[in-house]
């Protein structure tokens, strides 16, 4: 049987899903899962991978060191900012092995895993591994779930042409454009990133080791500016955190975004059963080795989210299950390559910017029809 794939999808409209209870081949969608589930655990592929992380943990420590002498022996050189952008690279791998921590992926051991991903966000990436947490799990429990996945709420970027339309003046202007904008602004992400680790650590909200994860943060930012003002002029100081900022940015948003943007938005009260609203609401990247490194396996979507705590060396191999069991229950299952995706994703964002500044009393028909 083949393979039901997408490669590049102009557009993802809303799609409302009124399965309860029943799969489109008649049988139990949680037996569905559970036989894919079982397929997958009897292949092995949930067996922890340790040594592979253990191996890459230390290559990046070693490539962080190297930096780190590189930039003491540089001294006062515009050569810096090239080390600044390698920094930004290197960082976002460790957000990567964070990120699998958080997943239970590395060790068998939750509580291992959450002094190694807390460790790695916090006093490495300086990201809260507290609010990284919260916010994915919502995410993994609910894609593309308007009101429930944090991933689609309207922040600069507007996701449903419904937040699209409460723009208003230059960010209505902005809010048209948003494909295009995209990715220069990611150039801000790795500074935001940063300071929503500050604000959940020092606000009211409920926070797992608050105080654990404010020294880390207080720490590793204050070693870090220390160190670049204390070895640099102010003006390339300034430069080397703004490179390695932006270069952080958008080197984490280029890995997240191809996922699930442009993909179908489901209504808030949608039923799916946990199968297909995984699958359908995701997108892989195509791609070899060097692919894997480069997304630190997110080009895997589909399979990560089916298998969550599924180390990355084995996302490949459940990949062609997974495929194929999609292939024989009829659910359609997305992939693309990278540049297919990006463009996905400026398209869909360009056509949800359409509804910018609209008036709300004008007839959605009249208005989709003159686009």
Not at 157 to 165: G, I, L, R, W, Y
Request: glycine share 10%; proline share 5%.
């Amino acid at each position: 049987m083949s393979i039901a794939t997408v490669t590049a999808p102009t557009s993802a409209p809303a799609v409302t899903f009124t399965r309860t209870k029943r799969g489109g081949n008649g049988s139990n969608p949680t037996t569905e899962y559970s036989a894919l589930l079982r397929t997958v655990r009897d292949a092995g592929l949930l067996t922890r991978r340790r040594g592979f992380y253990i191996g890459m943990f230390a290559v990046l420590t070693a490539a962080l060191g190297a930096v780190g002498v590189g930039f003491v022996l540089l001294g006062d050189s515009w050569f810096q900012l090239i080390l600044a952008g390698v920094l930004g690279l290197i960082l976002t791998q460790f957000a990567f092995l964070a990120h699998e921590a958080s997943h239970r992926q590395v060790f068998t051991s939750g509580k291992a895993n959450d002094v190694a991903g807390r460790t790695i966000a916090n006093l490495i990436v300086g990201i809260s591994y507290s609010w990284w947490m919260t916010k994915h799990s919502r995410h993994h429990a609910n894609p593309n779930i308007i009101g429930k996945d944090p991933d689609i709420d309207r922040d600069f970027v507007s996701f449903t042409e419904t937040d699209a339309a409460k723009a208003r003046g230059l960010y209505a202007w902005a809010t048209k454009r948003q494909g295009y904008l995209f990715f220069p602004i990611l150039t801000l992400e790795g500074l935001n990133l940063h300071l929503h680790g500050f604000r959940t650590v020092f606000g009211r909200g409920k926070v797992d080791k608050r105080w654990l994860e404010a020294v880390m943060l207080v720490t590793r930012i204050g070693a870090y500016l220390t160190a670049l003002f204390l070895l640099l002029p102010p003006g390339m100081a300034f430069a080397f955190l703004g490179v390695q900022l932006a270069v952080f940015g958008v080197y984490m948003g280029a890995s997240f975004a191809p996922n699930h943007k442009g993909m179908p938005i489901l209504p808030h009260d949608s039923k799916v059963d946990f199968l297909r609203r995984q699958v359908l609401t995701g997108r892989n990247v195509k791609g070899g080795v060097l692919m894997d490194t480069f997304m630190g396996g997110l080009n895997h979507q589909v399979e990560h989210h089916l298998f969550p705590n599924m180390p990355r060396p084995h996302l490949k191999k459940a990949q062609a299950i997974t495929k194929q069991y999609c292939a024989d229950k009829d659910i359609l299952y997305t992939e693309a390559t990278l540049p297919q995706s990006y463009g996905i994703v400026i398209r869909y964002l360009n056509r949800v910017g359409l509804s910018a500044g609209a008036d709300p009393f004008d007839c959605p028909a009249a208005t989709a029809f003159g686009r």
